[in-house]
């Protein structure tokens, strides 16, 4: 007679495998992470200005590129806390869409842009 060991679903050596391949992607992850502190900063120097709205994905989108490195760059909230009214700062800007980049040479462009193409309007380096 043998002696029969009940499974339940996954064998234990794929589960030891998945963990330790999720443990490898994690660490990878982490590692390819920027800090982009230098680059947000020099947009700032350049007067770089990103406009948003805090409810915007977009916006929020646009944020996350820039990781802990965001709270270094020129942004101006447009929305007003509690209402979807925008601040009057963002009207006379001319802002009609978010986010809104003002460039160095006083441009306004729309939508989310990668880093690539604010570095090439900034002069910035990534």
Same mark, same amino acid.
């Given at each position: ?5 009940? /499974?339940? +679903?996954? @064998? ?9 391949? $999720? ?10 992470? *920027?800090? %982009? ?6 947009? $700032? ?8 709205? %805090? ?8 944020? *996350? ?6 709270? %270094?760059?020129? %942004? ?7 209402? /979807?009214?925008?601040? @009057? ?9 978010? @986010? ?10 729309? +939508? $989310? ?7 090439? *309007? ?5």
């Amino acid at each position: 007679m043998q002696n029969r060991i009940a /499974r339940s +679903g996954v @064998p234990p050596v794929a589960l030891l495998v998945l963990l330790g391949l $999720t443990a490898v992607l994690l660490s990878v992850a982490a590692c390819e992470r *920027k800090d %982009y502190s230098a680059f947000a900063k020099c947009l $700032t120097a350049k007067q770089v200005t990103m406009y948003g709205l %805090y409810w915007c994905e977009h916006c929020a989108e646009q944020k *996350k590129m820039f990781g802990s490195s965001f709270h %270094y760059l020129n %942004y101006v909230e447009c929305g007003i806390e509690g209402s /979807r009214a925008e601040q @009057p700062a963002c009207v006379q800007a001319g802002v009609k869409n978010f @986010p809104t980049w003002k460039l160095p040479d006083g441009s306004l462009v729309e +939508g $989310t842009k990668p880093l690539e193409f604010l570095s090439e *309007k900034s002069g910035c380096s990534l």
